[in-house]
């Protein structure tokens, strides 16, 4: 059978916000009005298109004192005080929630019980948790604090040890997916007979976790593909057309290789499934940076020690031209050049075409002009740090968080300036520079070992970021 846990609780505490991230689902209302939720709403758990598990999101208690007293007079000389508790308070227009609330329960469901810990405890959070021992359900409780007060936490923890079998801090909007692994843990002890299929659930999430990084290693190294390999050419008639027509063609080479990006993250968003809720990038992050803008490449590019390392493996690394050493990191590489159309020629490949296509022995009948695929192998690694960081943006976004608190601003991961290849070594940019000069030019079976060994490299930073804070 499907385990079945009811988030309780007193209204406008994050029951809603917990469940919403507990079951990675974005479509929960969450209002900071109390009373928000009325009725119990259930959202399974979907792994493989089956269902593994099952939270019902439920109204806040409305009369605790009175359901306790109600369920007390029953709890000597009734073999079910619940059942007849909840037949009663059906007529009762206002038992309405309280009896609502305890629907779950009565058929069976385990019991999270959801408090804001940075509050103190009071006494209709002690009459709550004595009606819920009394249904003498398996039950844990939560700490989801919504301020950073940590002082009540130990008044909160030893009222659970009388009334809990486990408890656990949980934050609705920053608990990450290895807090939702722990959360599935404690879960299994609070009762025996959950334990087996409780422990094959968190397999099936572990597992799934696993395939959603695959995917998204697929996406990236696809997305990095054919943005690499992107190549847009135009005929021209006169000589004084090609610097215009040059300019014109970055424009929409650039158009192009952003639309990529935006698709690429896009269902980078969809696997770990945020689909409703459009979350914001930080708004310090340098993903709100325009991807060609100066600054971008600046902090996302190589470091002038990897600029060198690269030029030193040969090839197509460096755009054509420019002498390694004098352009080094952050040194104007737009402006460095002299001039926007010579940069945009050095970065991304932008000859005019008529020399090259009598070495390729090809009658052009005239001149073209062609920008890509491209020369700098700075651009794959501004992509690929752009895209590192939009999956860990994704990932750490809690599905029950719903925008930034202004005193929240401080706790958004502050993007790191050269993005997560800073430190790579000369054994990984030789890695990423055998998959960017295949994924400019060829495509045979060497260049499936170069796409592979990149993919294993991506998936290993994946779950880096992943198990980091
Ligand atoms: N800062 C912060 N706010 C939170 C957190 N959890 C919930 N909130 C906010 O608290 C308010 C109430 O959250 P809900 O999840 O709707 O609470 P609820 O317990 O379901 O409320 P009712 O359905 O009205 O009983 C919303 O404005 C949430 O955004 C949290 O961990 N941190
Ligand atoms: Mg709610």
Redesign the pocket.
Known sequence: MTPEFA?L????????????TLAEDDS???????????ECRTFPVIIDGREVLRFT?T??FQNPARVLSELQKRADNEENPLKTFRECAAQIPELHDDCELLGPVERGAGIIY?V?GSRPVRNVDRAEMEILRLTGKPRMAIL????DETDNLLAWKNEFRKNFNSNRIF????ATYAERILLLETLKSIDQDWHQVLSEVVTAFKKDWAARNNATADIITAQLRDALSLQLTRNISSEGEADQCRKKLFLTYSKTISRMEKHAHQRIRSYFKHNIFQYDLPPHSVLNKDLFDERTWQLLGLTRQQVIIAGGLGGAAIGAGLDVAALGHGLGMFTAMGTIAGALGALFGGENFSDKAKFLGIPLGGKRVQVGPAKSIDLFFVLLNRSLLYYQHTINWAH????Y?KR?QSLVPIDSPQGFTKEWSAGNIKICHDFFKISRDEKGNNGQKAVEKFRQLLLTTMQDISESD
Do not use: F, Y
């Open positions: 988030i609780g007193h209204p406008n505490e994050g029951k809603s916000s917990v469940l919403s929960v209302r969450v209002s900071a009005t109390p009373g928000e939720t009325t999101d109204p806040g959801v804001d989801n604090c919504k301020e934050n609705a909007h920053r029950g968080r719903r925008d608190a929240d």
